[in-house]
C-alpha cells in the first residue's frame, strides 16, 4: 500500500469522524435523534472522537510533510495544505477553550462547524482526488 492510498485511507476515516462529531453534537442539542445515549454520554463521545480526529489529522500531516515535503506545484496542493493547516488549528483551537478559556464556549459551535468544512475541503482536494 503506497503512502498516498494510506494517506486517503485514513483522510476518509476522518472525515466520517467528523460526520458522527456534527450528528452527536446535533442530537446533544435535540435538533435529531439517533442514537439511544444521554447526553452526558454523548458529549464524552464528541470529546473522544474530537481528539481522534484531530490526532489523525496531525498524524496524516506529518506523513505529508515527510513523505513528500513541502512543494507546491498546483492550485489543489495549496488549498490542500491551507485548509490542512487551518483545520489542525482550529479544532486546537476549539480543545483550548473547552479545557481552558470557558467564557469562550459560545463560539464552540461555529469552530465546530469550521473545523468540518476545513476537513471536508481537505479530503475534496486529496483523498476525493486521489480515489477519482
Known amino acids: 500500500?503506497?503512502?498516498?492510498?494510506?494517506k486517503s485511507l485514513v483522510t476518509t476515516v476522518i472525515l466520517a469522524l467528523v460526520v458522527m462529531q456534527a450528528l452527536?453534537?446535533?442530537?446533544?442539542r435535540?435538533?435529531?435523534?439517533?442514537?439511544?445515549?444521554?447526553?452526558k454520554q454523548l458529549r464524552r463521545l464528541h470529546r473522544w472522537g474530537g481528539m481522534a480526529a484531530l490526532v489523525l489529522t496531525l498524524?496524516?500531516?506529518?506523513?505529508?510533510?515527510l513523505g513528500r515535503g513541502y512543494e507546491l506545484y498546483s492550485l489543489r496542493l495549496r488549498?490542500?495544505?491551507v485548509m490542512g493547516v487551518l483545520a489542525i488549528l482550529?479544532?486546537?483551537?476549539?480543545v483550548a477553550i473547552t479545557r481552558r478559556f470557558l467564557r469562550y464556549l459560545r463560539y464552540n459551535t461555529a469552530l465546530g462547524a469550521a473545523a468540518g468544512?476545513?476537513?471536508l475541503g481537505t479530503f475534496i482536494a486529496s483523498a476525493l482526488w486521489y480515489f477519482g
Do not use: D
Not at 500500500?1 to 494510506?6: A, C, D, E, K, R
Not at 452527536?24 to 446533544?28: D, R, T
Not at 498524524?59 to 510533510?65: L, P, Q, R
Open 79 to 81: 488549498l490542500h495544505a
Open 30 to 39: 435535540g435538533y435529531v435523534h439517533l442514537l439511544p445515549l444521554e447526553r
Open 59 to 65: 498524524a496524516v500531516a506529518v506523513a505529508c510533510m
Open 24 to 28: 452527536g453534537m446535533a442530537q446533544v
Open 1 to 6: 500500500m503506497s503512502l498516498g492510498m494510506l
Open 117 to 119: 468544512l476545513l476537513i
Open 90 to 94: 482550529v479544532m486546537s483551537l476549539k
